[in-house]
């Protein structure tokens, strides 16, 4: 390994074959060319800022990473590291002689920082070139933009309390959407697409799943994985909404299995909490198919969707 830390320049790794090898075996779930390579070469480089983040005694956990589980690396372009007591960090692949990166939509948030990780030709070493904690909007970030390595353990030793932002709903229905949300079609199978029909007040609603502009109702998706260790629990969240006046609107929350899963995993919990955090709605699975809960708020009120499994959970805060 080569690099002078001291300055604050770069880190160099060899990629030993025990990383080939794993990359290799996730490589082969993908039939796309394009897809198993990118997969390929994100695998490279989440293990190089895992051995850099060793060198330096950071503990991560690779295996509670989108980037470890194959159903999610179908979905996503995704080469996440999970950093312990901090979140998730995106190891981007960098290609010899590239200066720009394109980082994928569906990691520009979620994320406390990004890491640069420069292949040379024959994939036998990787350079971490810098770190940024945010990228440009555009998704273009150029290599002269990215700061120093050195910023990443201040950034990791500096004692964090992150103050989550919510989900502005009614900018949905002005296509306004944070870029982790993403189309039905993309999360779930066509029979559940064709099962998603909201209920609201003894009425039935088939939210447009096409329609980015829609009047009437809309709706997006967020794919969760609430499994341990090496054991992955991959589930969709939707959020349907439909408007009752300028003042109140429907809302409905539901989850799904994903991919080859038919019912939710057993004793799965979702709740919906008010903006003090009480929980106002609750519904459990128990060989259930999918979870659907429905209420109507009122602009400007907050709660939020929490997701539970075992000792796992995810909380999202939104606004009407």
Same mark, same amino acid.
């Given at each position: 390994m080569r690099g002078n830390l001291s300055e604050s320049l770069t880190f160099t790794v060899p990629i030993s074959l025990e990383a080939h090898t794993l990359a290799e075996r996730f490589r082969n779930k993908h039939k796309n060319r394009r897809k198993a390579k990118q997969?390929?070469?994100?695998? &490279?480089?989440?293990?190089?800022?895992?051995?850099? &983040?060793?060198?330096?005694?950071?503990?991560?956990?690779?295996?509670?990473?989108?980037?470890?589980?194959?159903?999610?690396?179908?979905?996503?372009?995704?080469?996440?590291?999970?950093?312990?007591?901090?979140?998730?960090?995106?190891? &981007? !692949?960098?290609? !010899?002689?590239?200066?720009?990166?394109?980082?994928? !939509?569906?990691?520009?948030?979620?994320r406390i920082g990004y890491v640069a990780v420069q292949f040379e030709e024959s994939l036998e070493e990787a350079t971490l070139l810098g770190f940024v904690k945010t990228v440009p909007s555009s998704g273009e970030l150029l290599l002269s933009q990215l700061?120093?390595?050195?910023?990443?353990?201040?950034?990791?030793?500096? !004692?964090?309390?992150?103050?989550?932002?919510?989900?502005?709903?009614s900018q949905w229905f002005m296509n306004i959407v944070d870029t982790s949300w993403q189309t039905i079609e993309s999360l779930l199978n066509p029979q559940q697409q064709a099962e998603l029909v909201f209920r609201f007040r003894g009425t039935e609603h088939s939210l447009d799943l096409h329609s980015e502009n829609s009047t009437s109702g809309v709706q997006k998706g967020k794919l969760l994985d609430l499994g341990r260790d090496s054991k992955s629990q991959p589930i969709a969240l939707v959020v349907g909404l439909l408007p009752i006046s300028r003042e109140e609107i429907n809302i409905s929350v539901k989850i799904y299995p994903t991919c080859e899963q038919n019912y939710l995993p057993q004793e799965l919990e979702l709740l919906v909490l008010d903006d003090a955090g009480i929980a106002v709605m609750q519904a459990t699975a128990r060989n259930t198919k999918s979870i659907q809960l429905n209420f109507s708020s009122e602009i400007g009120e907050r709660f939020s969707v929490k997701v539970v499994l075992g000792d796992v959970s995810f909380t999202e805060l939104f606004l009407t």
């Open positions: 997969v390929y070469l994100n695998t &490279l480089a989440v293990f190089a800022v895992q051995f850099y &983040l060793r060198c330096m005694e950071i503990q991560t956990s690779w295996s509670e990473s989108f980037s470890w589980n194959s159903v999610i690396q179908t979905l996503m372009d995704v080469a996440d590291l999970e950093v312990i007591g901090f979140g998730k960090i995106e190891c &981007l !692949p960098v290609l !010899p002689n590239e200066k720009v990166i394109h980082v994928p !939509p569906e990691v520009y948030s979620d700061g120093s390595l050195e910023d990443l353990l201040i950034h990791l030793n500096q !004692p964090t309390e992150k103050v989550k932002q919510p989900i502005h709903l």
